[in-house]
């Protein structure tokens, strides 16, 4: 496997965990029962989710199916899922009213957020690794 897939298994299981952590957390403050929103409480949270999950499918692929080539194995494959991860957990944050209240996004809140975006961005990066590796031919 190489550096590239590597990288992209790795923020691929950044962002499985980070949506199922907490994204963005508001009260809790004197006796009130803190209210959690999660990834999957919005369609693009769900859409970050499942990019995550495909790009795992992804790196698994060529070793599924044996000596078959897949045309599916390329980088801008993984560039269209690490896009749309990143689009997901962006456009999560004005449809939570997250911006609203930006202290409930304070990593000691919302660390979920912090990790599924951290997630995102190592997938980018594996895309261009993979878009970049020379195949064989």
Known sequence: MG???????????????????????VGGDGGLPPQVYRSVDYLPG??????GLAT?????????MGPRQ?????????????????????????LAGALAAPQGLLPDR?????????GTIVMCRAAYDIGREQRPH
């Open 110 to 118: 919302g660390y979920g957020f912090w990790i599924a975006l951290v």
């Open 70 to 94: 897949s045309g599916f194995d390329r980088g801008l494959v993984f560039g269209i899922l690490a896009v749309a991860a990143l689009a997901g957990v962006l456009v999560w944050l004005p």
């Open 46 to 51: 769900v859409i970050a989710f499942l990019a």
């Open 3 to 25: 550096h590239g897939r590597r990288l992209a298994a790795i923020g691929a299981i950044m962002l499985i965990v980070g949506c199922l952590l907490p994204w963005f957390t």
């Open 56 to 64: 795992l499918a992804l790196v698994i692929l060529p070793y599924a």
